[in-house]
């Protein structure tokens, strides 16, 4: 998604294509619960960095505080009513590390914000903004 977002703010064409297969071959052959933990951790991390590196300062105002919040709700959804403790903790876990990568993260920002072509930014808006926020919300909870 940073990858794509990143050529979209250049001025490239970015396509959706809902009838593509992809093949993972790391999410099929280990599903161990280390491994699970860590691919969530890494989810929800890298999430959070390419919204802060990426989105335009309107857009990042308006979505940061809601996805932090939505973050902090599904952590403690998943703590104490599925009992999912390590899984929750991954939420709050990717929270400590955006917030002690700050510094990294904005220096990453202002060097993509500058190279951006803005008819790129028109695009990635017109993109981002098709979903309501209820089918996101509901994506993002049902993310494992």
Known sequence: MDFALRLGLKGY???YVPDA????K??????????RIK???????NRLATMIKNYP??????????????YA???FWEIFIKRKVNLGLTRFSALIWIIRNIPSLLKKRFTIRARINKKGEESMLNLLSRRSLLK?????????
Do not use: C, E, M, Q
């Not at 691919?39 to 991390?45: D, T």
């Not at 919300?137 to 993310?143: C, K, N, T």
């Open 26 to 35: 790391r999410g099929k052959t280990d599903l161990s619960p280390l491994v």
């Open 39 to 45: 691919v969530r951790w890494h989810f929800n991390k």
């Open 136 to 144: 996101s919300f509901l994506s993002f909870v049902r993310a494992k």
């Open 73 to 75: 709700g599904a952590g």
């Open 13 to 15: 064409k970015v396509l």
């Open 21 to 24: 297969v992809i093949y993972h």
């Open 57 to 70: 300062f309107s857009l990042l105002i308006k979505t940061l505080p809601v996805t932090l919040l939505l």
